[in-house]
């Protein structure tokens, strides 16, 4: 149970990161006034966002005769 806690807590902290990261992205974008860029780093986003939330799932424990 620990380890699992340990790894969600690392899935926010890179969450974090990442969220950060785009944003500066996003800002920097924005004042070059590069609207095809922006329109592929709000995708990047997006899609950033659905992989946090895929990763926020509770975690499926494998067995050997499949996912229990």
Known sequence: MASLVA???LIQSVSRL???KANRKVIRIRSQRS?????DEEMACSQMESI???SSMPIATVSKTGIA
Do not use: G
């Open 35 to 39: 609207i095809p860029a922006l329109v």
């Open 52 to 54: 946090m939330n895929i």
């Open 18 to 20: 990442l969220m950060r």
């Open 7 to 9: 790894y969600d807590n």
